[in-house]
């Protein structure tokens, strides 16, 4: 789960691209199972393009684009998935 990217960003776990992850301020998750190994390296690119006019980022005007919030792995059940 990744909480919030500011601007843009991808995601890939051990080089297997798991999306695109669009701007804005909902939470990003991914089924990741099938993907995971003994040891696993998360990547996770933002992207803060400039241009005129800028991409909106409401309340972050003046601050550095990146990973806001938290990136943590969810395990459960398929029960919980409900």
Do not use: K, S
């Not at 691209?17 to 996770?44: D, H, K, M, Q, S």
């Amino acid at each position: 789960m990744i909480e919030r990217v500011d601007a843009y960003g991808r995601a890939l776990l051990n080089g297997q691209a798991l999306g695109e992850i669009p701007a804005g301020g909902c939470l990003w998750r991914r089924e990741i199972t099938a993907a995971l190994r003994p040891r696993n390296e998360l990547v996770v690119e933002v992207e803060l393009p400039g241009g005129e006019p800028p991409p909106a980022r409401p309340g972050r005007e003046a601050q550095p684009g990146g990973l806001v919030g938290e990136v943590r792995l969810e395990i459960f059940t398929a029960a919980d998935a409900g």
